[in-house]
């Protein structure tokens, strides 16, 4: 796949041709889409959305998503990283599996399989054992709350989110497993970071390129699960 990026002349920045029924934050954000090269990338080479670019930047760099593999990809909609995965365990091939979970339905994906369900809900972690055949190897969680504008509100339901995929990833991770989760700077000091320390040899936080610069966005990444406490 190619990884060219920003060849030939730079496209002039498009503007919307009419901001009518739209609020303010609305119309910059339709504007950034269409300004987003990682927008216009993905279009080219059939991602599912521009997030697949993090996913891919973060694994070019760590090597989470290893042939044969069995990942979990909470908050899977629209599938862009269970796309991702799918690609690179091989699960299109016969090799790994890959299993998103989603409050909505997504388009089916070869490679992956896709289950409408609360990732919260009691019966989830043994479903999603069962569906990709035994413990997982990586739990993602590109999962967000809806924005508030409300800096220190939207950092809570953000961590509140990364705590409870943590749980989930405690429930049904291999020894040795990775926990790859969607934060915000300033947002994951201490019950989860320290926690997540507590469970996995290695705790760091990772901002991908494809992450915009004036986002606050970032990821936490714990690797080598120690297994369930008793």
């Known amino acids: 796949m190619s990884d060219k990026r920003g060849e030939g002349s730079r496209p002039l920045k498009q503007r919307l ?34 997030a697949a670019y993090k996913l891919l930047e973060i694994d070019d760099k760590h090597r989470l998503l290893k042939p044969g593999g069995r990942v979990v990809d909470l908050g899977a909609a629209p599938g862009g990283w269970s796309q991702v995965a799918a690609e690179k365990v091989g699960s299109r091939e016969g090799r790994g599996r890959v299993v998103g979970i989603d409050l909505l339905p997504i388009e089916p994906l070869p490679g992956a399989e896709f289950v409408t369900l609360d990732f919260l809900d009691p019966d989830a972690p043994e479903r999603l054992t069962a569906l990709i055949g035994g413990p997982a190897d990586l739990v993602l969680s ?12 939207d950092h809570l ?14 429930s049904v991770l291999a ?9 915000l700077q300033g947002g994951t000091e201490g019950a989860l970071l320290a926690d997540l320390k507590r469970d996995f040899a290695t705790v760091r936080h990772v901002k991908p390129a494809a992450s915009r610069s004036d986002s606050a966005e970032l990821y936490v990444l714990a690797t080598g699960f120690r297994g369930r406490t008793p």
């Open 142 to 153: 590109d999962m967000a709350a809806n924005a508030t504008g409300h800096k220190q509100t």
């Open 175 to 183: 020894p040795g497993g990775a926990f790859l989760a969607k934060v």
């Open 17 to 50: 041709k009419t901001a009518k029924k739209r609020t303010t934050s609305s119309q910059k954000w339709l504007e950034r889409q269409l300004n987003d090269p990682y927008v216009a990338r993905a279009k080219r080479e059939g991602y599912r959305s521009r």
């Open 157 to 170: 339901r953000i961590v509140g989110l990364a705590e409870a995929a943590a749980d989930f990833a405690r």
